[in-house]
């Protein structure tokens, strides 16, 4: 059990790293970004780059908000 | 030459070096502390269950994922792993993380290898053996995961490989050359691009793969096709900046606490 733990935490720390909420992130917008391919009329255009951007806004917002909150005393 | 296959080179050859580097660096001090037999034997014995690995993953890849689902599990882990790099490179490029030291990293290891006891196990010293062995592996781990990702995403795995092999030769030859650790290379500099790279093929696959949901699971297109990479790149080009801008003063006031 300890080596099956030890095996996931290894791909963990390996591919989602220190800040969980980028990867948190990112799955919500392809959540999003499969439901509007699977029920929305919305062209390919649209879809992408709708994703692309709220990509880009996810993962910013994450990388911008933890290095502020990390510098706040206390 | 696609624009595609251009940074898949490059992606893959820089990011790769990096990976050799820290290797490179890890092999060194227990070489010259430890004995470079048990360092060789640690490194030739890693890079044999990096070949069992890559070679079971890429078949498993390959053959086991339709190409629509494989564009957005392969991009979405690539653009998870980019980020966390592009993540780095912001904070370092800020001054809210420290840069990474290879020089200081080189004495922390010599030190561990100077003072750790003389075990011995099948003729090998045990410590340089398993240090050089876990190194040489993970850092491997690394360069195989960008290599099979790119690869595969981007239909041209002897690109990545030859450009992940330019990397660890270019490394190693310098490596060899110099006989000490490759502190002057611009690691961050370096990191900092790879992130961008990983960041805009993960996204550009990861959004493509979406649509194994569309009916008859076509890969979306993005408007411009394969030039809409540029596109991506620059947005994540901007951002970073802007990051590096936003966050820079935080960095400072901290440095200078530190510094008084």
Sequence with gaps: MRYVAGFFRFWWDFIVGDDWKIAAGVACVLTAGALLVAYSSLSDTVVTLLAGAGIVAVATTAIVRDALASRRPG | ?260
């Design chain 2, 1 to 260: 030459m696609t624009w595609s296959t251009l940074g898949l080179a490059a992606s893959t050859l820089l990011a790769s070096a990096v990976e050799f580097v820290e290797a490179f660096t890890i092999v060194l001090a227990m070489g010259l502390t430890r004995g470079w037999r048990s360092a060789i034997a640690g490194t030739v014995s890693a890079l044999a269950v990096l070949c069992g690995v890559a070679a079971f993953s890429g078949y498993a890849l390959i053959n086991w994922f339709p190409k629509s689902s494989l564009q957005l599990v392969v991009g979405s882990l690539l653009l998870v792993f980019g980020l966390q790099w592009l993540r780095k490179a912001i904070l370092r490029s800020s001054g809210l993380k420290a840069l990474h030291d290879e020089d200081e990293t080189f004495r922390e290891l010599t030190d561990t290898g100077r003072q750790g006891g003389a075990g011995t196990r099948a003729g090998l010293d045990w410590l340089g053996f398993v240090v050089s062995f876990k190194g040489v592996l993970l850092e491997g781990l690394e360069v195989i995961f960008i290599v099979i990702t790119f690869g595969t995403s981007a239909h041209s795995m002897p690109t990545a490989v030859a450009g992940a092999a330019v990397g660890g030769a270019i490394v190693l030859a310098a490596g060899i050359l110099l006989h000490r650790p490759l502190a002057r290379v611009p690691e961050n500099t370096i990191k900092f691009a790879v992130g961008l790279l990983l960041s805009t093929f993960g996204t550009f696959w990861a959004v493509e793969g979406l649509g194994v949901f569309a009916a008859g699971s076509k890969s979306m297109e993005w408007p411009g096709g394969e030039a809409a990479l540029l596109g991506v790149l620059a947005a994540w080009c901007v951002i970073s900046w802007l990051a590096v801008r936003l966050l820079a003063p935080y960095g400072t006031r901290r440095e200078a606490a530190v510094g008084a």
